[in-house]
């Protein structure tokens, strides 16, 4: 069986309950040996942790503070994921800019990205990058950094050729690519015949982007399967190509 890694994935989630182990565990039984966890706030911090003890060798969690979970107080909720940098953490993420919801603070945003791009430098992790509607000013952002050893993955990338170019400029860096790969008529299924397999992740960022033919349902690990079988059709590679890079790739990015 072909082992694969899914690089982002919030198995911790509310919308998995008390069932959550059995999840990770069903995953593992799918090949899925290895389950990187996304950090999004305080609120949900110590469950990541808590799941994460009960799989060292399974899930690996990281730090950080998603762009959509900022509140008035977010200098604290910036200070709360410092008090998290001494634990073994293998990235920081989910991180970045979110300008589709109303009441933004685009400002806020970038003080809080930059803050946390510092943090990874002074870490020595990778960066796991949120983009919703920003794209533009998250590689500006990003390009202020070349030269300085910043390296990561933009998650959930449904972006063009012309971004995943740009962005390899500026450093080592990955994209995730997920279930909408399977969506019909996704932009994205052109678009990564392209990419060079050595610079794909697979993720689910389940309980999200559930891959078709079971959207609708809660989404899981397990299903990282059916994710690379799509990306093997599309660039006529064999699946268990598809599995040995992508799975090189990810534990090259996060050195597990």
Not at 191 to 206: A, G, K, N, Y
């Amino acid at each position: 069986m072909p082992k694969y890694i899914d690089t982002h994935s919030h198995l911790y989630d509310n919308a998995y309950g008390n069932t959550s182990p059995e999840v990770v565990r069903r995953a593992v039984e799918c090949g899925v040996t290895k389950i990187v966890f996304p950090d999004t706030d305080e609120s949900v911090r110590d469950a990541m942790f808590s799941l994460a003890s009960l799989f060292p060798d399974n899930v690996f969690p990281c730090i950080g503070l998603h762009p959509t979970e900022l509140g008035p107080d977010w200098t604290s909720q910036l200070e709360a994921v410092l008090k998290y940098s001494g634990r073994k953490v293998y990235a920081v993420g989910e991180i970045g800019m979110d300008f589709y919801w109303e009441g933004y603070d685009e400002a806020v945003q970038e003080e809080v990205f930059r803050a946390q791009l510092d943090l990874s430098l002074q870490l020595g992790l990778p960066v796991i990058v949120h983009n919703r509607e920003a794209t533009g000013r998250i590689l500006s952002i990003i390009s202020d950094y070349r030269g300085r050893g910043l390296r990561g993955v933009l998650h959930a990338f449904t972006g063009s050729y012309e971004t995943f170019s740009e962005i390899q400029r500026y450093g080592d860096w990955f994209v995730g690519i997920g279930g909408v790969l399977t969506f019909r008529k996704a932009a994205i299924a052109e678009t990564v015949r392209h990419i060079p397999i050595d610079r794909i992740v697979l993720e689910t960022d389940s309980p999200y982007l559930t891959p078709a033919p079971y959207r609708g349902l809660r989404n899981e690990s397990a299903l990282i399967p059916v994710i690379a079988q799509k990306l093997a059709d599309l660039k006529d590679l064999t699946l268990e190509k598809v599995a040995s890079h992508t799975t090189s790739n990810a534990e090259k990015l996060f050195g597990i």
